[in-house]
């Protein structure tokens, strides 16, 4: 019988299996930031072992730093960065600091580098590792104890999950874009749907997605509990990788393209679960919830709490978001847009939130946070903070930012966003915030006219 994508990334990398015990995985390549990876390297000093791949570790500060040029004024964030910068240069790996033109969030700078390739093992001490699968490779998040695990081995013991399919058959209808179709996905299936399997997105909608689109798609899969998100890589995979600075040149670039070629499950492939999906029938979709399950088009009403699939759960959500059953979603006001993170903090993100603020003026507080400095100089040569500036948005340095509340970007309690990220969970964006999730342009839009709004309700 044949396999799924899955199966083959996963036995090419099998470098020891014995019965009743997990696979002995090697890694191909290793990211580090500066909150999950501390104590790992203080059980490598403890254990007096040294990084085993330095060449395959790559680390970055993303998390703590704060999106304002200047030094971190939190003592736990800066002794955080100061901790990976020891350990970086102890170790001998490779760091991309604060300020540097390679720094930028984990997820965003593996891609950019070329450094995550189809058929790889990627692993970072950081849930959101499944957005490397957008290029066929299998990415997962790991603990802080694996992270010491594949530092000193570069490798990890690891169960082989089960697989799933989503299939996502037609075309997105024009304005709808990746995030729309990854929010009603995890509506449909529920934060828990992918629970225990790898899933791969395949069909005609995902095959039209470009690699920024598929990385928000796969970026997400572990917000409905998968293990990891793949995309099989074809020529758009291809191109998006060509003369990236890690990409291989000459021979070695044919030779990996016609390797990458055969990673697609075979025809005769079964997967353990299948989830079918209409794209034609989407549109702007919008989270009203405290999971990133809660969601709705956003043309809807907030849902009655009966109708939803855990009543108590939803109104718990309402209550603490302070929304009632049967409200327009596009009468929900935000106080704040933020425009950023690993899920929609690339280029192409950037340019879909210009094109809506072009000759607008925003009426909410709005934050617009590059993924990374390259993302970052690569707006500004297109002119995009020309455009952010004068709708009166802000215009930051690269990092998580608004994404989570580890940094000075965060909302005061009560207060209300529309944000580019994929949590939602109370507090996430800082102590009492109210977080609806939401795509660039969706956010473009709600900055303008300071409500959920689609832009082509503009
Ligand atoms: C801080 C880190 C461990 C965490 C994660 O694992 O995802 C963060 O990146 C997040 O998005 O919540
Ligand atoms: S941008 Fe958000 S989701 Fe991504 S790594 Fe940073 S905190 Fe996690």
């Not at 500060?61 to 040029?69: A, R, Y």
């Not at 957008?134 to 169960?159: D, W």
């Not at 934060?191 to 997400?220: D, F, K, P, W």
Request: charged content about 20%.
């Amino acid at each position: 019988m044949g396999r799924t994508l899955a199966e083959k990334v996963w036995e090419q990398h099998v470098v020891r299996r014995a019965d009743g015990e997990p696979d002995l995985l090697y890694i191909d390549l290793h990211l580090i930031h500066e909150v999950t990876s501390p104590q790992a390297f203080d059980g490598l000093r403890l254990a007096g072992r040294k990084v085993r791949r330095p060449d395959l570790t790559i680390a970055t500060e993303d998390h703590n730093v704060p999106t304002v040029l200047g030094p971190i004024a939190d003592p736990v964030s800066k002794a955080q960065v100061e901790t990976l910068r020891k350990n970086a240069a102890e170790f001998g790996i490779r760091l991309h600091p604060m300020g540097d033109a390679g720094q930028g969030v984990v997820h965003i700078i593996g891609p950019q580098f070329g450094l995550t390739q189809p058929g790889m093992t990627v692993v970072c001490g950081d849930s959101h590792t499944s957005t490397h699968g957008a290029f066929g490779a299998l990415a997962f998040g790991i603990g802080t104890s694996e992270v010491e695990h594949v530092l000193a081995t570069q490798t990890l013991p690891a169960y082989r999950p089960k697989t799933m399919a989503i299939e996502v058959s037609g075309e997105l209808p024009f304005g709808v874009t990746a995030k729309d179709l990854i929010l009603a996905i995890i509506a449909q299936i529920g934060t828990g749907g992918g629970q225990g399997h790898i899933v791969e997105y395949r069909g005609q909608a995902i095959r039209n997605l470009s690699m920024e689109g598929r990385m928000t798609v796969c970026n997400m899969s572990i917000e409905a509990g998968a293990r990891a998100g793949m995309i099989a890589p074809d020529e758009t995979t291809f191109e998006y990788l060509r003369g990236r600075l890690h990409a291989p040149t000459g021979q070695a670039w044919d030779d990996a393209v016609s390797y990458w070629k055969s990673l697609r499950t075979d025809d005769d492939a079964a997967f353990d679960t299948v989830v079918e999906i209409d794209a034609s029938t989407l549109s702007p979709f919008v989270t009203w919830g405290t999971n990133p399950g809660q969601g709705a088009p956003l043309r809807d009403a907030i849902p009655a709490p009966e109708e939803t699939s855990d009543p108590a759960a939803a109104r718990r959500a309402l209550d603490y978001m302070g929304l009632t059953a049967g409200t327009r979603l596009s009468d929900i006001q935000v106080d704040t847009v933020f425009v950023g993170s690993c899920t929609n903090g690339r280029l192409e993100d950037l340019r879909a939130v210009a094109d809506v603020l072009r000759g607008r003026t925003v009426t909410a507080r709005t934050l617009i946070v590059p993924g990374s400095m390259q993302v970052k100089a690569e707006a500004e040569a297109e002119g995009l903070h020309e455009v952010f500036k004068a709708s009166g948005a802000e215009w930051r340095e690269a990092g998580c930012s608004m994404c989570l509340g580890m940094n000075p970007d965060t909302l005061a309690p009560g207060e209300r966003s529309a944000s580019t990220s994929n949590r939602n969970f109370e507090g996430r964006q800082g102590k009492g915030g109210r977080t609806h999730l939401v795509s660039p342009a969706v956010a473009a839009a709600s900055a303008v006219t300071g409500r959920l709004t689609a832009p082509a309700d503009l």
